[in-house]
């Protein structure tokens, strides 16, 4: 320990700001200069400032005194800073302090020549502390690679070389093969020449915890440079019964070569109460441990249940009462299949291959393009049923089947699956919802009886009567709530051609509604004024080239940072969430690791092997150093 003090010598800040005590004094970076009597200065190496305990040490004393201390400056600090300067001329002049001088000046140019009397020794301790470093690092790398792919660590004993030892010791065994490091270690281990070996599981979920912890870490990192975000949540129940609730946030990440939309996994909380209440408070103690302001929040995405999107008493709401400014926008991928599904049980009537899903209405398309495709062997297939089978239902279903045929829904799918994708935006979203209205208009006109005249042809294909069967149908006149509507009140730069042939009444007004909507107890994001001499000037440099909004935002930033309420428009526009997808494929992280033979799983564990195996990315760009640094600190 002396070796490293002596080599890294006493660290200094010289923008330190120190507290000021009781007489208004304080610690000033002018002691560390010496006047001596003919007005020379004379720098004091020797000194120290604890910015944490606010006092004063000499380094050379603290480090090499070897009997009882003989002032605050080489024991516990010393910071009667009227005093200081008087008591630092008194102890620089001491025998003591000139001793223990020598023996830090001598030390450390014998250190720099490597001519110390313990030199052997210290290479040898040099060379086992980088050995145990190499260690650590292939453990590391293990624990990472088991987390990533969701693999189980643990078998039913935790013995080198002995059968059903788990993946990890199994990979252990693997690496020594090739090796040296490993070779070595595991050499160790196995004749018992060391008792800390890094290879149990208690060491397993500190890393676990650790990589996990320092993968949110710069996700919040990253949020916090953004300013703004958005969260979206859902909940599931894990395999023990226990709600489980997913929580991402959407920022504008900068810190990449170009401007991106990002949707970051934070973890699983435990939820007993599913009420709006209870779910707001979890999120709400969640935000707070992670250091993000609820004021920044400008979007929330959920699903269509009650206690989410509730107008009374959901969470929602709640998050609206705080922060008026964090926008609600239900789940287009919900909303779109709960509508597909009514338009389905109200117009499509007969037997389908699979049980109907209302929320996941689109998974039924890759069933049926097999039928239609191949209808003939289908046919044949159904027939063969109602030859051999015995029971008369599974017949009379055959028989039903063979005669109907179903259609192509490929429209929908593909904006299905554009609504899922991270970097679909608000306004680009109600334009494709807006055309795949029109579509179904369009084929309630002339597309049903286009793919009648369709199905007529592959039915004589295959033999079978073309002729459909006439219902009977009641038409019932529907109310429809027109008040419902929701007036817009967000503004979108949109792509730039439409940015480019705005008027300047037009756009002068979506600046200030945009203002008005980001405007809370007197504060607004954007200043109306400014946003709309921005734009105009914009308008005038912006490429033909650029046609989403990602691209202009990244095109003005790597510009320059002066058009801070154009920046900050576009922000709050990209991370509003459309779909709350990431939230429901974070489930399927969830039941591949905490599955019936782990259902005991602690909630660290769980959470750092789903963060490390979801966010997987940042973690192959971060560096170890400061991962092994706060490992190896820890006392065992």
């Not at 080198?160 to 070779?183: A, R, S, T, W």
């Not at 997913?246 to 909380?269: H, K």
């Not at 334009?431 to 592959?458: C, M, P, Q, T």
């Amino acid at each position: 320990m002396i070796k490293e003090l002596v080599t890294k010598g006493p660290k200094r800040d010289m923008d330190v700001k120190a507290p000021v005590d009781k007489f208004g004094r304080h610690f000033s970076n002018t002691i560390y200069t010496r006047i001596l009597s003919n007005r020379e200065t004379c720098y004091r190496e020797w000194l120290a400032y604890s910015k944490k305990l606010d006092k004063l040490f000499c380094f050379c004393c603290k480090v090499f005194r070897t009997g009882h201390p003989k002032g605050g400056l080489d024991d516990e600090g010393y910071k009667d800073w009227r005093h200081a300067s008087g008591r630092l001329k008194e102890h620089e002049v001491g025998l003591e302090h000139f001793k223990n001088m020598n023996e830090w000046f001598e030390l450390r140019q014998r250190l720099k020549c490597k001519e110390t009397i313990d030199k052997v020794a210290y290479e040898q301790f040099k060379k086992e502390k980088d050995y145990w470093k190499q260690v650590i690092i292939r453990i590391v790398a293990l624990v990472k690679f088991l987390a990533k792919y969701g693999l189980a660590f643990r078998g039913t004993n935790e013995k080198l070389y002995k059968k059903g030892n788990g993946n990890f010791l199994g990979l252990v065994e693997m690496l020594e093969e090739f090796d040296p490091i490993m070779k070595e270690h595991v050499r160790r281990v196995l004749n018992e020449e060391c008792h800390v070996h890094f290879l149990g599981h208690n060491i397993q979920n500190e890393l676990i915890q650790l990589l996990g912890d320092k993968v949110r870490t710069e996700i919040i990192k990253k949020v916090k440079q953004a300013k703004y975000y958005s969260i979206i949540l859902d909940c599931t129940p894990d395999t023990s019964h226990q709600e489980q609730m997913s929580i991402i946030v959407r920022y504008v990440n900068f810190n990449s070569s170009s401007v991106t939309v990002e949707e970051s996994f934070l973890g699983f909380l435990v939820v007993d109460d599913t009420t709006g209440l209870g779910l707001f408070e979890v999120t709400c103690k969640e935000l707070g441990s992670l250091g993000l302001d609820i004021g920044d929040m400008r979007g929330q995405g959920y699903n269509n249940g009650a206690n989410m999107r509730g107008k009374n008493k959901g969470v929602q709401t709640r998050f609206l009462e705080k922060n008026p400014r964090a926008f609600y926008s239900a789940c287009g991928c919900h909303s779109l299949n709960l509508a597909l599904w009514q338009i389905l049980k109200d117009n499509v009537k007969g037997l389908t291959l699979k049980s109907l899903s209302t929320t996941r209405w689109e998974s039924r398309i890759d069933s049926i393009k097999p039928i239609k495709n191949q209808l003939g062997d289908v046919r044949k297939a159904l027939r063969e049923v109602r030859e051999t089978d015995r029971d008369a239902k599974i017949i009379s279903e055959a028989k039903s089947l063979e005669e109907y045929e179903l259609g192509e829904l490929s429209k929908v799918n593909v904006v299905s699956k554009r609504l899922q994708s991270k970097d679909f935006v608000l306004d680009v979203a109600i334009d494709e919802v807006d055309k795949l209205i029109k579509f179904f208009k369009n084929y309630r006109e002339v597309g049903f009886s286009k793919a009648l005249d369709e199905a007529r042809e592959i039915a004589n294909e295959i033999g079978v009567n073309g002729e459909f069967r006439k219902k009977h149908v009641i038409y019932r006149k529907k109310q429809f709530d027109e008040s419902s509507s929701v007036e817009e009140v967000t503004f979108s730069p949109e792509e730039d051609f439409r940015l480019k042939t705005l008027n300047e009444a037009k756009l002068k007004e979506c600046c200030y509604r945009l203002q008005d909507a980001l405007k809370y107890e007197g504060d607004s994001d954007i200043d109306a004024k400014e946003l709309y001499t921005e734009l105009n000037l914009i308008k005038t440099f912006l490429p033909r080239h650029i046609d989403n909004p990602f691209d202009v935002l990244d095109y003005i930033f790597q510009r320059s940072t002066t058009y801070r309420n154009a920046i900050n428009a576009y922000k709050v526009m990209l991370i509003i969430p459309v779909t709350v997808a990431l939230a429901e494929r974070s489930f399927s992280k969830l039941k591949l690791l905490k599955t019936y033979l782990r259902s005991t799983m602690s909630q660290e564990r769980l959470n750092g092997l789903a963060t490390i195996s979801i966010e997987s990315e940042i973690l192959d760009t971060m560096d170890y150093k400061e991962l092994i640094k706060s490992f190896s600190s820890k006392k065992r």
